[in-house]
């Protein structure tokens, strides 16, 4: 699968998860809305769906992961946006596998420039970058993923 469809699909899958998470639309009426209104290829939808069903099913896991690192943010007072992009890549990071857990880090800080704060990118590396020591059992300095 090429990279573009693997960003159009995280973008997607973010976008529907932010939904998901601020109005409890069913998942798949969001999704389709999205393929109708971008026209999105048939991959696109494919991967976004499988990212979201993905996070759904491991949503505790994921949760707890995010409060393990960034004990000192309650998910209830976490923004919307940065706690939805933590869930896709640590989903991508712990179960999905099927992209180097580098770049996950690097996609979910890359979305976080596009739809968080300014000060996103740089909580997102930071909790990303412990959960990648833990998976990894190194320090978390070591994620080569860090933004400068």
Do not use: C
């Not at 943010?73 to 179960?95: C, G, S, T, V």
């Amino acid at each position: 699968m090429a990279i573009g469809i693997r960003h159009q699909a995280r973008m997607i899958a973010l976008q529907t998860l932010y939904e998901y998470d601020a109005t409890h639309h069913d998942v798949q009426d969001i999704l389709q809305r999205h393929a109708e209104n971008r026209r999105l290829d048939a991959r696109v939808l494919a991967y976004a769906d499988e990212l979201v069903q993905g996070v759904l099913a491991h949503l505790d896991q994921l949760d707890g992961n995010i409060q393990e690192a960034a004990h000192e943010w309650p998910l209830d007072q976490m923004a919307r946006i940065d706690k939805n992009i933590l869930r896709l890549a640590i989903y991508e990071i712990l179960f999905d596998n099927s992209v180097p857990a580098k770049a996950a880090i690097n996609e979910a800080v890359e979305l976080a420039k596009t739809f968080g704060s300014d000060t996103s990118s740089r909580f997102i590396n930071g909790v990303l970058g412990t959960v990648f020591s833990r998976f990894q059992g190194a320090p978390a300095a070591n994620t080569g993923s860090e933004v400068q």
